[in-house]
């Protein structure tokens, strides 16, 4: 059974970073073809897909935050990480992480995080 979990801080100051892990059980994050996206919902808003990182390492961005947004991996843990940088409150929203880049169908249960002084 494939399970996903984000865990990370639910508060965070602006203009500092922004770090959420996604533990991965069930499937290795490196099985062939495979790849594993960050996803959030502002409060009101719709789905916002962030990135992406695939089973070999290449990662992919949203081109509105390339310039703020890290995906990076740790196979030995079977994790995949989130870095966000520069936050503002316009960053608070629920984060999800997934399996898929185009589309999902394994997703966490979603972790709230706040920008907030």
């Known amino acids: 059974q494939v399970q996903l979990q984000e865990s990370g801080p639910g508060l965070v100051k602006p203009s500092q970073t922004l770090s959420l892990t996604c533990t991965v059980s069930?499937?290795?994050?490196?099985?062939?073809?495979?790849?594993w996206s960050w996803i959030r919902q502002p409060p009101g808003n719709g789905l916002e897909w962030m990135g992406a990182?695939?089973?070999?390492?290449?990662?992919y961005y949203s081109p509105s935050l390339k310039s703020r947004t890290t995906l990076s991996r740790d196979t030995s843990k079977n994790q995949f990480t989130l870095q966000l940088n520069f936050v503002t409150p316009e960053d608070t929203a629920v984060y999800y992480c997934?399996?898929?880049?185009?589309?999902?169908?394994?997703w966490g249960q979603g972790t709230q995080v706040t920008v907030s002084s």
């Open positions: 997934a399996r898929g880049r185009i589309t999902s169908d394994y």
């Open positions: 069930g499937v290795s994050i490196t099985t062939a073809d495979s790849s």
């Open positions: 990182i695939t089973f070999s390492g290449t990662t």
